[in-house]
Protein backbone atom coordinates (compact mmCIF):
# COMPACT_ATOMS: atom_id res chain seq x y z
CA UNK A 1 0.00 0.00 0.00
CA UNK A 2 1.44 3.24 -0.93
CA UNK A 3 0.44 6.21 1.02
CA UNK A 4 0.32 9.97 0.02
CA UNK A 5 2.93 12.44 1.76
CA UNK A 6 0.97 13.95 4.76
CA UNK A 7 -0.30 17.51 4.43
CA UNK A 8 1.79 19.67 6.62
CA UNK A 9 -0.30 22.01 8.67
CA UNK A 10 2.15 25.14 10.33
CA UNK A 11 0.44 24.42 13.83
CA UNK A 12 0.53 21.03 13.77
CA UNK A 13 3.59 19.60 11.45
CA UNK A 14 2.35 16.07 11.46
CA UNK A 15 -0.84 17.25 9.87
CA UNK A 16 -3.21 15.80 12.09
CA UNK A 17 -3.92 15.15 15.95
CA UNK A 18 -4.07 18.60 17.41
CA UNK A 19 -4.31 17.80 21.29
CA UNK A 20 -5.87 14.48 21.02
CA UNK A 21 -6.97 14.70 24.21
CA UNK A 22 -8.77 18.02 23.81
CA UNK A 23 -11.19 16.01 21.58
CA UNK A 24 -11.61 13.10 19.87
CA UNK A 25 -9.63 11.81 16.80
CA UNK A 26 -11.74 12.06 13.49
CA UNK A 27 -11.39 9.42 11.20
CA UNK A 28 -8.79 11.05 8.62
CA UNK A 29 -6.63 12.21 11.74
CA UNK A 30 -6.54 8.89 13.10
CA UNK A 31 -5.50 7.27 9.70
CA UNK A 32 -2.56 9.85 9.48
CA UNK A 33 -1.19 9.46 13.04
CA UNK A 34 -1.32 5.22 12.43
CA UNK A 35 0.69 5.73 8.83
CA UNK A 36 2.90 8.13 11.19
CA UNK A 37 3.33 5.19 13.59
CA UNK A 38 3.32 2.66 11.85
CA UNK A 39 6.45 3.77 10.04
CA UNK A 40 8.37 4.22 13.29
CA UNK A 41 6.70 0.89 14.66
CA UNK A 42 9.57 -0.99 12.51
CA UNK A 43 12.56 -1.67 14.38
CA UNK A 44 14.98 -0.76 10.77
CA UNK A 45 13.72 2.71 10.61
CA UNK A 46 14.25 3.18 14.11
CA UNK A 47 17.40 3.07 13.76
CA UNK A 48 17.58 4.45 10.33
CA UNK A 49 15.58 7.44 12.25
CA UNK A 50 18.49 7.41 14.72
CA UNK A 51 21.24 7.24 12.38
CA UNK A 52 20.70 9.71 10.41
CA UNK A 53 19.41 12.32 13.50
CA UNK A 54 23.03 11.37 15.43
CA UNK A 55 25.04 12.83 12.69
CA UNK A 56 27.11 16.19 13.12
CA UNK A 57 25.44 17.28 10.24
CA UNK A 58 22.36 16.31 10.75
CA UNK A 59 21.74 13.98 7.51
CA UNK A 60 22.90 10.78 5.86
CA UNK A 61 23.39 9.69 2.18
CA UNK A 62 21.62 6.59 1.51
CA UNK A 63 25.13 4.97 0.63
CA UNK A 64 26.29 5.66 4.53
CA UNK A 65 23.20 3.63 6.39
CA UNK A 66 23.29 0.33 4.40
CA UNK A 67 26.31 -1.05 5.87
CA UNK A 68 25.27 -0.05 10.22
CA UNK A 69 21.74 -1.94 9.29
CA UNK A 70 23.39 -4.60 7.09
CA UNK A 71 20.59 -4.06 4.55
CA UNK A 72 21.17 -3.26 0.73
CA UNK A 73 20.73 -0.25 -0.55
CA UNK A 74 17.47 -0.90 -2.44
CA UNK A 75 16.26 -1.83 1.27
CA UNK A 76 17.38 1.33 2.65
CA UNK A 77 15.53 3.14 0.17
CA UNK A 78 12.43 1.55 0.74
CA UNK A 79 12.81 2.17 4.65
CA UNK A 80 13.55 5.58 4.23
CA UNK A 81 10.86 6.24 1.92
CA UNK A 82 8.22 5.34 4.19
CA UNK A 83 9.55 7.76 6.70
CA UNK A 84 9.59 9.85 3.69
CA UNK A 85 5.62 9.20 3.07
CA UNK A 86 5.18 9.57 6.90
CA UNK A 87 6.03 13.41 7.11
CA UNK A 88 9.46 12.38 9.59
CA UNK A 89 12.22 12.88 6.81
CA UNK A 90 13.04 14.62 3.32
CA UNK A 91 15.05 13.78 0.46
CA UNK A 92 17.53 15.58 -1.79
CA UNK A 93 19.08 14.28 -4.98
CA UNK A 94 22.51 15.33 -4.84
CA UNK A 95 24.07 13.66 -8.69
CA UNK A 96 23.25 10.29 -7.99
CA UNK A 97 22.85 9.70 -4.55
CA UNK A 98 20.14 10.34 -2.24
CA UNK A 99 20.88 12.89 0.88
CA UNK A 100 18.28 12.63 3.81
CA UNK A 101 17.22 14.87 6.75
CA UNK A 102 15.20 14.77 9.88
CA UNK A 103 12.07 17.07 10.12
CA UNK A 104 12.58 18.78 13.39
CA UNK A 105 9.32 19.57 13.75
CA UNK A 106 7.34 16.25 13.07
CA UNK A 107 9.50 14.99 15.87
CA UNK A 108 8.71 17.92 18.04
CA UNK A 109 4.99 16.83 17.19
CA UNK A 110 5.16 13.32 17.85
CA UNK A 111 7.28 14.34 21.33
CA UNK A 112 4.96 16.50 22.99
CA UNK A 113 2.48 13.70 21.32
CA UNK A 114 4.10 10.74 23.58
CA UNK A 115 4.12 13.42 26.19
CA UNK A 116 0.21 13.65 26.05
CA UNK A 117 -0.07 9.81 26.09
CA UNK A 118 1.62 9.25 29.08
CA UNK A 119 0.81 11.83 31.18
CA UNK A 120 -1.57 10.75 34.21
CA UNK A 121 -5.08 10.59 33.33
CA UNK A 122 -6.76 14.01 34.32
CA UNK A 123 -9.19 14.00 37.27
Do not use: F
Amino acid sequence: MTTAPLPVREQDPLGCCGPILDAALSATDAERLAVVLRALAEPTRLRLMSLIGSRPDGEACVCELTDPVGLTQPTVSHHLKVLIDAGLLEREQRGRWAYYRLLPDALAALAALGGLLNAPPAR
